[in-house]
């Protein structure tokens, strides 16, 4: 199910894929909001940049993110003064709020028509068990020197017990804003391709790096790795150190007047809220039944009770579009931003925004920009991608290495419960035929789609996504179409297909 965004897009541009073999300053791996962002800021110094995207502009977290623009991610500083430090919190917050500025600025300078607009934004919360640790956010918030305010009264169509207001954050239409970007790209000479998979990036000379796509060769200085998840698994050790979380969003007309300002709240069930301007229509979105990607979920506990929420308060409203994105969680919470490994000097990665990455990827494509240019950024230190501190969440950190052990292990011994016969038609399991799991989906017109479900990243056992009819992994979040054709990195290899509809 595609956004919002995509969904009313009239793209203008379109961009080939490679066809023949480049060679560049800087070869960037990735088309969301922070591999153009690295692109535009570097052509716009000099550098000869290409981009290479698996798929189209924008078109997996970009494109499905509700696009706030904003330093609040959720109730954060005062766990960053306890794990780490005043200073720490206080760099995080103000570079964040650079970040606001910075966006700001590129849409001015290329005049980017993204529907910008400043917006308060909050946390809030309506239980009284959690107005404290609210008051304490405030607390921290300004001891830090943002000037954020306790309200107990904002524009939501529900009572609140209180909330914390960050002003001039801001929200925008994050395709339009894409577009804006490649532009820019564009107009320095600089080329975008589209649909083209890089599959590996090899050392070529100590100055230089060759990066393979299926058919091209593309040879580099630089290399930014700006895809969803890193893909290259040694060196680097991403997949030991993220998981993926998948949240759901709904867009509907409520056929009343909105309220203004950007919402979260603070604790389970996490609802958040902002609204969009489409076609002259204010329409309200409404985020959340987040689970962790591969984990299985059914719709009452995803879509339903966003709709459940929207009723609530709008009985009469039309849901207009509903989709899914899925945000890299790194373990101890703070981005990874820099060398993507000691032993590729040049390569850097941006990853692990959790779910805000409007700001954070603008904060990670100037700290590589700065490193390109050998220039110190002072908030570097913050978001070191070699870190080794002992990782603060704990219990994620056990459920991670849990999961995997089951899904690469246990769980490929385990016997499938199911049998052929059992799987109703528009749904998959997992079944056995001749002491193999073979992933079975069947169509609505009883066609089989059979793919050997074992993922292609690491080879943890594939769940069956129900929802969106698509093969997940538990692991590490890569997933791929009933017909086993890869839709999400880490993985970037389809999966085995069977054709069995001969034989059933
Ligand atoms: Fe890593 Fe599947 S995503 S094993």
Same mark, same amino acid.
């Given at each position: ?64 993110? @509700? ?8 109730? &954060?500083? %005062? +766990?960053?003064?306890?794990?780490? !430090? #005043? *200073? ?105 391709? @589209? ?8 050392? &070529?000379? %100590? +100055?230089?790096?060759?990066?393979? !796509? #299926? *058919? ?124 993507? !490994? ?163």
């Amino acid at each position: 199910m595609n956004s919002l965004w995509i969904n009313t897009l009239k793209k203008n541009k379109s961009f080939p894929s490679l066809s023949k073999d480049i060679e560049t300053d800087i070869c960037v791996i990735g088309a969301g909001i922070f591999g153009l962002s690295c692109a535009y800021y570097l052509s716009k110094l000099g550098f000869k940049v290409i981009v290479l995207e698996k798929d189209s502009i924008g078109e997996k977290t970009t494109g499905h993110t @509700t696009a706030k623009i904003t330093s609040q991610h959720g109730l &954060f500083y %005062d +766990y960053l003064v306890n794990s780490y !430090s #005043e *200073k720490f919190a206080s760099d995080y917050l103000k570079v964040n709020e650079m970040a606001i500025k910075n966006i700001k600025k590129i849409i001015d300078s290329e005049k980017i028509k993204c529907d910008f607009e400043y917006q308060n934004s909050y946390v809030y919360t309506t239980k009284k068990s959690e107005l404290s640790n609210i008051k304490k956010e405030v607390e921290v918030v300004q001891s830090l020197g943002l000037p954020c305010e306790f309200v107990t009264k904002v524009g939501l169509p529900f009572n609140i017990e209180g909330a914390i207001c960050f002003k001039n954050q801001a929200q925008f239409n994050p395709l339009k804003y894409l577009y804006g970007l490649c532009n820019g790209i564009t107009s320095n000479n600089n080329k975008i391709f @589209t649909n083209t998979t890089v599959t590996n990036i090899e050392k &070529f000379t %100590d +100055y230089t790096y060759l990066i393979s !796509s #299926e *058919k091209n060769l593309v040879r580099a200085k630089f290399v930014i790795v700006a895809t969803h998840y890193p893909f290259i698994n040694f060196p680097g050790f991403y997949f030991t150190k993220m998981y993926q979380s998948t949240s759901y969003i709904i867009a509907i007309d409520t056929k009343k007047t909105l309220f203004n300002g950007m919402y979260i709240n603070s604790t389970d069930p996490i609802f958040s809220f902002r609204t969009a301007k489409i076609a002259g229509k204010k329409l309200l979105l409404i985020g959340g039944g987040e689970h962790k990607t591969g984990k299985p979920s059914c719709y009452a506990d995803t879509y339903g009770i966003l709709e459940k929420e929207a009723k609530k308060y709008y009985p009469d409203c039309e849901i207009l579009y509903k989709w899914n994105t899925r945000d890299c969680i790194p373990l101890d919470k703070i981005p990874y931003i820099g060398e993507y !490994s000691t032993s590729l000097p040049n390569v850097f990665v941006g990853t692990g925004f959790k779910k805000w990455g409007m700001t954070s990827s603008n904060v990670a494509a100037t700290i590589i920009v700065d490193k390109i240019c050998n220039k110190k950024n002072r908030y570097e230190y913050l978001f070191n991608s070699s870190r080794l501190k002992p990782i603060k969440n704990k219990d994620e950190l056990k459920n991670m290495i849990v999961q995997s052990a089951n899904s690469l292990v246990f769980d490929k011994l385990k016997s499938a419960n199911m049998s052929f016969k059992d799987i109703k038609n528009d749904s998959g399991s997992i079944i056995e035929i001749n002491n193999e799991k073979v992933g079975i989906y069947k169509a609505p017109n009883g066609k089989v789609y059979a793919v050997k479900p074992v993922c292609t990243h690491l080879g943890c056992l594939l769940s069956w996504n129900d929802i969106d009819k698509t093969w997940d992994c538990p692991c590490h979040g890569s997933r791929f179409d009933y017909r086993g054709k890869n839709i999400y990195d880490p993985a970037f290899k389809d999966l085995e297909y069977y054709d069995l509809n001969n034989d059933y």
